[in-house]
């Protein structure tokens, strides 16, 4: 018997929106409200609300807690100052990506991992195999928070007349304690659009009142909710990877351009180390393929698994990892992994096959759109 999805804090308001819910990693999610490229263009040119609370919250705390996650994890984790909130990975022996995570320091010893939801309960057993010989505690913190995010470039005003924090002080990729209409949160400037924004971890029983509040504080900026549809087309756009498409256990971060989130030069060993030091050997030296965005030169739309083809002949060049029309550019767009040869920007000849139609694409560096900041 199939287990039914779970159901987030939020999920009776969703509902009463008239969202279509899907099953997303094993919950029911909103996948959109109406228009998903209304609600694309909204968060690029106003601000739109996500509930993203089925990502997994996992707390590691105590004196080792920081020892703990460079062990465990690929990113130099001891260096995050309190407040800020690190991009990494957690990687395994043989350097295939598990995960990509987002780690926040709550305090000296107290750090929250964030996992996508696919991949939490990964994520949080081995967290806990690998923390195992340090003096650490590891704990499963997903029922302890909703996660909502809002997210453009009117979500700074919007959130500024909810909570005594200080928005303007805080930067990019870091978090703070403070309430928002009037319940307790952590304050994270940090998304997944390309856009400014904040996603705010509040208790479940809270959440309500933080959607309602920005809902009603958002509306004169023109603020609409917005599901996970648009919010795979806000990531495509902006170049971001996703766990499943680009980054699997098949790939290091070195294959998918991320190896700067590898930090060798840390102190001690951790999990990947060797089979890691070798993928960077081989990227510098011949990398068999690269990670490219494609823009299409007609209408027709790629999905992840259609193959990449030299135009003249049809030889197999590459595979799409995701496709989707782009309503920022009005043409459709691919992140796709093709042969060092055809990656250059402007490699004239590539076509992705479509249903045995090659159809001609650009190859153009990541991403594709970036916000004037």
Known sequence: MTESPRRTAL????????????????????LRYGSERDEHLAVRSR???????????????????????????????????????????????????????????LADERFMVVANA?????????????????????????EAYALIAVQGPESSGILKSLTDADLDGLKYYAGLPGTVAGVQA???????????GF????????????????????????LVPCGLSCRDTLRLEAGMPLYGHELTTATTPFDAGLGRVVKFEKEGDFV?????????????????RKLVGLIAEGRRVPRAGYTVVAAGDGT?????????????????????????????????????????????????????YKRQR
Not at 122 to 142: M, P, Q, S
């Open 199 to 222: 996603e705010l971890f509040v208790a479940p029983g809270d959440a309500e009142t933080v959607w309602q509040a920005l809902t009603e504080a958002g509306s004169p900026a023109g």
């Open 47 to 105: 601000a739109g609300l996500f509930d993203l609370s089925h990502m997994g919250e996992i707390t590691l705390t105590g004196p080792q807690a920081a020892d703990a996650l460079d062990h465990a994890l690929v990113g130099n984790i001891g260096k995050l100052a309190v407040g800020r909130a690190r991009y990494t990975m957690i990687c395994n022996a043989e350097g295939g990506i598990l995960d990509d995570l987002i780690v926040y320091r």
């Open 272 to 288: 990947g180390r060797a089979a890691l030091e070798e993928a960077a050997k081989r990227a510098e030296a011949s990398p068999p």
């Open 186 to 196: 952590l304050i994270a400037r940090t998304g997944y659009t390309g856009e400014d």
């Open 316 to 368: 197999v060049i590459g595979e799409v990892t995701s496709g989707a029309p782009s309503p920022t550019l009005g043409k459709p767009v691919a992140i796709a992994y093709v042969d060092a040869a055809h990656a250059e920007p402007g490699t004239a000849g590539v076509a992705v096959d479509i249903r045995g139609s090659h159809e001609a694409y650009e190859v153009v560096a990541l991403p594709f």
């Open 11 to 30: 999920d009776a308001l969703h509902r009463a929106l008239g969202a279509t819910m899907t099953d997303f990693a094993g919950w029911d999610m909103p």
């Open 118 to 142: 696919s991949n939490a309960q990964v994520v949080l057993d081995a967290l806990t195999e690998r923390a195992a010989g340090f003096d650490t505690e590891v704990r499963d913190d997903r």
